[in-house]
């Protein structure tokens, strides 16, 4: 889930959906865009989609390789067509490549409306989903309403304002005007729905431990 106020530049690159074809646990299925700058936001994006190469992963200039089966094509294209039937509008992609194999276009949508599928599900596919917000305590509200709760976004130029939504985001991690927050070296774990406990930094290693109470009277008991 992404709550996305700030300058389009920061917020076109496509590394927190498209990594790994958009398959990845921490990937940006929420895209909440300010009103303000909502149409520079969709242009810049869909530029930056639009131009993604679709094909085998290890050849030139490739930035999307496929979904992991048939399966997963049929869902995505299912749950886009889902989508424009209620009125979002699919700016780029939106169907399976016409590439053999498992491949689906970079895809797109704007102005999903919030009882899409695209709004309620893990995406786990190179399917963007951008919904407007006029202020920050709505995009926080609709952004939380949610059962899950692994990983969020917040791209804005003020600083104070990155951290007020991130101590109000109901998630595990946040990355903070960067796409890919998740580090070895750092707790990884979300809330709600999307898990107990942590792994990795000391607090995973915390998941290992076995703690001993022990309690001792320094007086005499009767």
Known sequence: MDSSMGRPALCAHPAAKMRNGGQSCIAANRIFVQDGIADAFVEALTERLAAIKVGHGLAPGVGLGPVIDHIAVARLTGLVEHATRRGAHLLTGGSASSHLGTFFESTLLDNVPADADLTRTE???????????????????????????????????????????????????????????SNAAAPFGGVKQSGLGREGGSEGLEEYEEIRYYNLSLRPTS
């Open 123 to 181: 995406i786990f596919g190179p399917v963007a989903a951008i919904q407007g917000f006029s202020h920050q305590d709505e995009a926080v509200t609709r952004a939380n309403d949610t059962e899950h709760g692994l990983a969020g976004y917040v791209l804005t130029e003020n600083l104070d304002r990155a951290f007020n939504v991130a101590d109000q985001l109901a998630t595990g991690l946040v990355g903070i005007i960067q796409g890919v927050p």
